[in-house]
């Protein structure tokens, strides 16, 4: 069943997922990571859903739909749980040059 929720992830999620991580500039490159941050915010946002109980596919289609509809709050959720990922990988953000903390400020 992961395999099929992660599918339904990607559906509900994914370009909101890859807008954030380009918006907040964090380190994680979609390329290569894209499976294993879907996963990670597959188990976590079951674990805050759901809180251990078991749930069937069309339970979780129905909390992934209700949740699109507040866009603004799941945009919070999701960047707070991609910036906990990126933070596995070392810095939080991309650096660009002349950001505010560059050594130039």
Do not use: C, P
């Not at 915010?41 to 739909?65: C, H, M, P, Q």
Request: glycine content about 2%.
């Amino acid at each position: 069943m992961e395999e099929d929720a992660l599918m339904l992830v990607d559906k509900y999620l994914g370009d909101l997922i890859e807008e954030i991580v380009y918006k907040y500039r964090y380190n994680v490159d979609l390329e290569d990571e894209y499976e294993e941050l879907l996963r990670y915010i597959y188990r976590r946002l079951s674990k805050a859903w759901f809180k251990g109980k078991n749930f069937t596919f069309e339970d979780l289609e129905r909390v992934l739909r209700n949740a699109r509809r507040r866009k603004k709050q799941l945009e919070i959720v999701l960047s707070y749980i991609i910036s906990r990922y990126a933070a596995k990988n070392g810095a939080i953000y991309v650096r660009r040059e002349h950001d505010w903390y560059d050594e130039y400020y």
